[in-house]
């Protein structure tokens, strides 16, 4: 059984632009069992799968507690690097937050600018840079690289004008990348031209998602992606296969 650092380690490591290292989104020891049986390297745990497992809404409707509990039955299953998206922080402190994270096994964490207890608005560029440097310092503290993948909602939220949206994405997570995130997220559904602004202005991997039902790893491969998931649609694409079989049964 591989270490916490070595999982670590090796979870970095497999962030590779024009090589991307595809994370399954997972929820719960069944789904990472059945990535880890299929090959796959390394895991994400996904915050609104998680919570629909559990019955609870989406954006913190659920606890840090709740969901670290989760990810210690994950990482109890797999003997595989396990990254969590940790939503805004839960209003926690980064030190709180990497300390519960290690402690049930976990090596990586999405961290998003958007803080839904405060409404969901969502955080000033600087502001969300130095919550994720927050978050190097702590990891730095207990010794364990955790690998930071920094999320911007700017797209999804579709927040100012669209004319430079791009721009200002890439300008939010340059500081997010100074202050010491390794990888880097804006959430969306993109075109090919503008994921290739966007690898080809940044100066870490990016994090694409994408649907298990219809993409392709080549063509993420192609734009200069460094990561994959898939958020909910995991989750959702089993669900209808499983209506389906169960259809046959009323």
């Known amino acids: 059984?591989?270490?916490i650092t070595e999982k670590a380690t090796t979870l970095l490591a497999l962030h590779k632009p024009g090589n991307p290292v595809i994370l399954p989104t997972v929820w719960d020891a069944w789904s990472a069992n059945l990535a880890a049986e299929a090959g796959?390297?390394?895991?994400?745990?996904?915050?609104?799968?998680?919570?629909?497992?559990?019955?609870?809404?989406?954006?913190?409707?659920?606890?840090?507690a709740e969901l670290t509990t989760r990810v210690a039955q994950i990482t109890a299953a797999v003997d595989l690097p396990v990254s969590v998206d940790i939503e805004s922080?839960?209003?926690?402190?980064?030190?709180?937050?990497?300390?519960?994270?290690?402690?049930v096994g976990a090596v990586g964490l999405n961290i998003e600018d958007t803080v839904h207890s405060e409404g969901g608005r969502l955080r000033e560029a600087q502001e969300h840079a130095d919550f994720v440097g927050g978050l190097r310092r702590a990891a730095d503290a207990v010794g364990i690289h955790v690998v930071v993948n920094a999320r911007t909602d700017l797209f999804i939220k579709?927040?100012?004008d669209e004319a430079d949206r791009v721009q200002r994405a890439i300008a939010r997570l340059t500081l997010a990348a100074e202050a010491g995130a390794d990888v880097l997220y804006p959430v969306g559904f993109h075109s090919d031209e503008v994921y290739r602004q966007?690898?080809?202005?940044?100066?870490?991997?990016?994090?694409?998602?994408?649907?298990?039902?219809?993409?392709?790893?080549?063509?993420?491969?192609s734009i200069g992606v460094g990561r994959v998931s898939f958020g909910p649609l995991l989750q959702a694409a089993l669900a209808v296969r499983a209506n389906e079989l169960l259809a046959r049964w009323k």
């Open 1 to 3: 059984m591989a270490s």
């Open 40 to 64: 796959f390297a390394a895991l994400t745990v996904g915050s609104h799968p998680v919570a629909d497992s559990v019955g609870k809404p989406d954006n913190e409707g659920m606890t840090f």
């Open 89 to 103: 922080g839960y209003g926690l402190d980064p030190r709180r937050l990497i300390d519960g994270l290690v402690e």
């Open 158 to 160: 579709q927040v100012g």
């Open 198 to 221: 966007l690898t080809s202005a940044l100066p870490l991997p990016v994090n694409a998602i994408a649907d298990p039902v219809r993409g392709e790893k080549a063509n993420y491969a």
